[in-house]
């Protein structure tokens, strides 16, 4: 929001620094509004993505150059990937932040599985900690991360991707068997693995991934 947005007898938040996170009824009423806001970088906060289970919980996702606050309550811990996690009525259950004060540090997509895993997907530069390994970017420019935490927002697993050229994460999901699938976007030579490799012959190009096959996210290491 770089403006006011009315939300009626629910409120209004102004930016610039804001944004929100709010739940539509099946009949269109707005139903609750949580704000979002940064301290110290007017233009620091980026929403990126939302997820929501079944049981109406939402998983919301992006970046803040800042200090976070939401709906009024500050957020403790740095870093500018931004995970949060609101239960059916718009309460924060869950908040994370990870890597380093960065613009360039973002998380894009977020997926939800069937047993409640919040699959996480961007990029990072210099390093990351999302609970398990420290994971360091290749070279100057950015690299892909994926991060698999449980319903209650602790790591399970995390991987990431890349060379010294710059590979972003755009997109993630599960299929009906627990494995995840993500998509990113290459510039230079990014590897799998066992499962090989992909180099870019021109400009830069899309990158469609399928990880692990065990039977569940939380089996897999």
């Given amino acids: 929001i770089q403006g006011i947005a009315d939300f009626g ?20 009423e707005l139903q609750w509004v949580r704000e979002l806001s940064v301290v110290g970088d007017a233009l620091g906060l980026s929403v990126r993505s939302i997820a929501v289970d079944d049981d109406g919980n939402a998983v919301v996702v992006g970046s803040a150059t ?38 360039l540090n973002a998380a894009h997509a977020v997926a939800i599985d ?13 390093s990351v900690h999302f609970g398990g390994n ?7 420019a950015q690299d892909v991360f994926v991060a698999i935490f449980d319903p209650e927002l602790n790591h399970v697993w995390s991987r990431h991707f890349g060379d010294d050229a ?14 995840v699938v993500v998509s990113m976007r290459n510039w230079g030579t990014v590897s799998f693995g066992g499962a090989g490799s992909h180099t870019t012959t021109g400009l830069a190009s899309m990158v469609v991934c399928l990880l692990y096959t065990s039977p569940s996210p939380r089996d897999r290491q």
């Fill in 9 to 28: 007898d629910l409120g209004t938040i102004e930016g610039p620094g804001a944004g929100f996170v709010a739940q539509v009824g099946p009949d269109g």
């Fill in 114 to 126: 069937e047993e409640g895993h919040i699959g996480v997907v961007g990029e990072f530069r210099n």
């Fill in 134 to 140: 420290q994971m360091s970017a290749l070279g100057g």
């Fill in 66 to 103: 800042g200090e976070l606050m939401v709906d009024g309550q500050t957020l403790e811990g740095s870093g500018s990937i931004t995970v949060l996690k609101f239960d059916e009525n718009g309460s924060l259950s869950s908040g994370q932040l990870f890597g380093s004060q960065s613009g």
């Fill in 166 to 179: 710059a590979q972003t994460g755009h997109g993630v999901g599960f299929t009906e068997g627990g494995d």
